[in-house]
Structure formats: C-alpha cells, structure tokens
C-alpha cells in the first residue's frame, strides 16, 4: 500500500502556481492533523512520509513524520509540474499577454509544455522514478499533479480520466501495487 495525501488549500486564487511556493489556508499543524485523522487505523502502517520540498507539503510531513516517529523524505521527483515562466503569474495575465500559447497549451495539454516548464511525460518520469525507491506502508504528502500520475501509473487510468478526478486536499488516497514490498 502507498498512502497519498494532497497539501491543504493554497491562498493563491487565480494564480498559476506548481511550483511556486504559495502559503495555505490553514497552518501545517492543522494539516498535519487533519491527514493523521483521515489515515486512522492506517497510522500504524506508515514507514515512511515522502514530502516535495514545497513548504505547502513539507512543514506538515514533518509534523507528521515526527508525531507517527518514522523518516521524513523530501524528493524533488515528487514535486508538482512545472509551469515554467508562468509561473506566480495570474492565469488572466497569461491570457491577457500569452493568449495565443496559452491556447495552444491547453489544447495539448498532455504532450506541450509551458515555456520553460514540464510536460506529462516529464512528470510521469519523475514520479515512476521516485516510486521506484518506495516501499509499502510510505505516505506521501503532495501535490494533485503527482496524485494524478500515481492514478495512471498504478491505476492505469488515462490522463483524461485523472485529470476528471477530484484529488481532495488532506484526503487519503490509497494505493495498491502489488510490486511495492
């Protein structure tokens, strides 16, 4: 089993954001709570909680590594994709001035990338690299985009159909693979 559990809500409205690092709504010790309650008798099956280094996902793995006493890890392989220059823009200001490339982007969305950013195919790498080094009974605690690449990889959905897919913040996802000892 690999548990997987999205960051709390952002205050960045509007904002195109990834990577950029944007405050959340509540604090991470209220995060961290949350995700140890939706974990419940699962709690005493983590063996380890894999986190990005964004501190939206990092300050509450490290509350949490330390409340269940198991090793945090921090991977950059699971961080969310990468939007380039649009980055910590406002997707109005990306249509406003980048109207025609933001079109294009969005029309093929699974094989284009953002200037200077990523594709699905980099982040489908990157994920299946860091799930390489997991075992069962990790928790990750993430980003949406790299949620949705663990529903194709593990659970061979199409990007359509993870894309379609709510990813709840602070909410577990669980994962079966039979290959994860």
């Known amino acids: 089993m690999l548990f997987a559990a999205r960051h709390a809500p952002v205050a960045a409205k509007g904002v195109c954001y990834g990577r ?3 405050p959340t709504i509540i604090g ?3 995060a961290a709570r949350t995700i140890l309650g939706a974990l419940g008798d699962y709690q005493d099956r983590v063996t380890a909680v894999w986190t990005s280094p964004a501190e939206r996902c990092r300050l509450p793995a490290e509350q949490i590594a ?3 006493a198991t090793p945090l890890r921090v991977s950059n392989d699971i961080q969310e994709i990468h ?3 649009w980055e910590g823009q406002t997707w109005e200001t990306l249509e406003r001035e980048h109207g025609d490339r933001l079109k294009h982007w969005m029309e093929a ?4 990338a953002p200037p200077g950013g990523e594709n699905l195919g980099d982040l489908d790498r990157r994920v299946r690299r860091w799930l390489a080094g997991t ?4 928790l990750l605690v993430g980003h949406a985009g790299v949620i949705r690449a663990l529903s194709v990889i593990l659970r061979d959905l199409s990007w359509e159909e993870a894309m379609a897919r709510k990813i709840e913040h602070l ?3 669980i994962f079966e693979r039979s290959t994860l000892s």
């Open 20 to 22: 950029h690092d944007v």
């Open 28 to 30: 991470p010790e209220v």
């Open 66 to 68: 330390r409340s269940l």
């Open 83 to 85: 939007y380039g220059a």
């Open 109 to 112: 969305w699974q094989t284009e």
């Open 135 to 138: 075992v069962s009974g990790d």
């Open 171 to 173: 909410e577990i996802d």
